[in-house]
């Protein structure tokens, strides 16, 4: 694996992280996104990232700054690419918005750089083709606050090259993450693969009027040893993303799920309760029941 200059195209929640997690490893990284105002918030994001490392990684002011000053930042993409090994793309999970941009990147990028997109809904033969390289393309996916919950997930199409793909995975474990290949396309990867499903099997529960939820998590965190049932999950990742999935399934016909949108709507969301980003979800916070120390008897 040759890669030097790594190029993160798009600099929002998850690409400010990837970023920051390269340069602090050690690249030079190139951040783009498209126009100046984007680029500034990228900094302020980047800048509110470097307690957490201080935190949870015990990163010294003199690492951190060495990290940052690894970054450059670019409002053009020929600038942006220009001596790419690498270029992690981080755009909006809109189809059409990355098709173009992948067709403005490979004219943009050097012959030698390998594309990967971070989509956690998408698959990459998707966009194959609108990239010009499809063997030099395959995804890398990250999962949020990516220096603590490090997990890079590797996935081929059916048109990647291994080499590629061997590379990608020395890059990930280069980066402090711990590399995990996938050798077929999958929606969702391993760990939404594994995670929905589950999610929504506590939430039909709930639905039916089985079981509340402190009762649902209780059984799940006692029998397995778990530190979380699915509504203490749900209210991290948020009500509305759980809402997003139910009411999709539901207009695509599929009745249960229309009901449990409904009930999402009407008994959370409406309410201003979205999990733990407003403070009440299923529990409220900053304290929640589950972590309270008679929750499990």
């Given at each position: 694996m040759n890669y030097k200059n790594i190029t993160v195209a798009g600099s929002g929640v998850l690409g400010s992280q990837i970023a920051f997690?390269?340069?602090?490893?050690?690249?030079?990284?190139s951040v783009y996104d498209i126009n100046d105002e984007?680029?500034?918030?990228?900094?302020?994001?980047?800048?509110?990232?470097?307690?957490?490392y201080q935190e949870d990684l015990g990163a010294s002011e003199q690492e951190l700054e060495a990290a940052y000053n690894r970054l450059s930042f670019y409002s053009e993409l020929s600038q942006a690419v220009a001596d790419a090994d690498l270029v992690i793309e981080a755009v909006p999970e809109v189809v059409d918005i990355k098709i173009d941009f992948y067709n403005k990147l490979g004219q943009a990028a050097p012959e030698k750089t390998v594309f990967a997109t971070n989509t956690s809904t998408l698959l990459p033969?998707?966009?194959?083709?609108?990239t010009g390289r499809p063997e030099k393309f395959l995804a890398l996916h990250f999962a949020n606050e990516i220096w603590?919950?490090?997990?890079?997930?590797?996935?081929?199409?059916?048109?990647?090259?291994k080499a590629v793909f061997d590379d990608l995975l020395e890059f990930a474990?280069?980066?402090?993450?711990?590399?995990?290949?996938?050798?077929?396309?999958?929606?969702?990867?391993?760990?939404?693969?594994?995670?929905?499903?589950?999610?929504?099997?506590?939430?039909?529960?709930l639905m039916k009027e089985v079981a509340d939820p402190e009762?649902?998590?209780k059984t799940w965190m006692i029998a397995t040893g778990?530190?979380?049932?699915?509504?203490?999950?749900?209210?991290?990742?948020?009500?509305?993303?759980?809402?997003?999935?139910?009411n999709a399934k539901g207009e695509a016909g599929v009745p249960q799920f229309k009901e449990l949108a409904n009930l999402l709507k009407?008994?959370?969301?409406?309410?201003?309760?979205?999990?733990?980003?407003?403070?009440?979800?299923?529990?409220?916070?900053?304290?929640?029941?589950?972590?309270?120390p008679g929750f499990l008897k």
């Open positions: 997690q390269t340069a602090y490893h050690g690249f030079n990284v984007a680029i500034e918030r990228a900094k302020e994001r980047i800048t509110k990232l470097k307690p957490r033969s998707q966009f194959a083709d609108a603590k919950n490090n997990t890079a997930e590797v996935m081929m199409h059916p048109g990647t090259d474990k280069a980066i402090g993450m711990v590399a995990l290949p996938l050798y077929k396309e999958q929606p969702g990867y391993i760990l939404n693969s594994l995670l929905v499903p589950f999610l929504e099997a506590g939430q039909m529960l009762t649902i998590d778990a530190p979380k049932g699915p509504f203490a999950i749900l209210d991290i990742v948020g009500i509305t993303t759980a809402y997003n999935i139910a009407t008994e959370y969301i409406d309410k201003g309760k979205l999990g733990v980003a407003t403070g009440e979800g299923f529990y409220k916070y900053p304290n929640p029941s589950y972590e309270q």
